[in-house]
């Protein structure tokens, strides 16, 4: 017997024009998909992330998600959580998203995810999730020479001020390179050899420089994972770029905000919010948030 439609949607995440920002396919009531029929779908969809919402395990909580790339399923992603909040918001709760905040709660494999959505001046709904893990460095290999090789550049184009390259990991690990010049990392190619070995057992590269294309912003960044192609917003980067704002920039205790400029490069602009706290001179607490613009609905018909 054919299974009944599935409602899915898709969004453009931490943006607020369409066609920017990162793609996402939401579908929902998803309880009654076996494992193999959520890759195919995600497989289908061929976006870097594809959600699938399914009830809570917890029923205190909001729903439960499963995160997929066309090749796996992954524990954390940042910007599923924050275009499957906004969706879930705007679906379930518009009268309170008319008003006010709504807070949700939702179960990933990672670990609950704590998310505030609302809708802004623009009719836009921003949402913000509080990372489920703080920002924890781990020991790095990568030598600036091959890191230089790895992005066909000059070793004297990799560090500025006091930043150096680091492993970061906020639920998925990833190497945050940092470029002196925006021209630089634009010009960036990926020698395949050197990049593997570069990238072995993180996520992907991610590189940024203080040059960025709007004085509000804190870095413009680039995304470049071992597979799928260059990332245009990338959530979960974003919370364990803090450990690295935390490591080299030495914010004082307190409330911290930060812009970030990812995906021009590749004609996908996006801006990512980064607010993170610094209690004893720890960081205690990350927060990240963007917009969202819906695209698309139907049906899945399995």
Known sequence: MAKSPLPFYTLDVFCDRKFTGNPLAVVLDADALADCEMQSIAREFNLSETVFV???????????LRIFTPARELPFAGHPTIGAAALLAELR????????????VLEEAAGLVRCQALRNRAELVYAQFESPQTPKKQDASATIELLAR????????????????????????????PIRTRAALDSVEIEPEAFSSALA??????????????????????????????DPATGSAAAAFAG???EFERPENGDHELFIEQGHKMGRPSRITLRMTVEDGRLVCVHIGGQSVRIAEGKLFL
């Open 150 to 177: 790895a992005f066909s550049m000059e070793m004297k184009d990799v560090g500025f001020d006091r930043h150096e390259p680091a492993i970061y990991s906020a639920g998925l690990a990833f190497l945050f390179v």
């Open 54 to 64: 399914l009830e809570p395990r917890d029923p205190v909580n909001t729903a439960r």
């Open 201 to 230: 057992g993180v996520s992907g590269a991610y590189l940024y420089t203080k040059e960025t294309l709007d004085s509000a912003s804190a870095v413009y960044a680039r995304m470049l994972p071992l597979s799928l192609g260059e």
């Open 93 to 104: 709760a518009a009268d309170l998203l008319a008003s006010g905040d709504v807070s949700l």
């Open 244 to 246: 690295v704002a935390h």
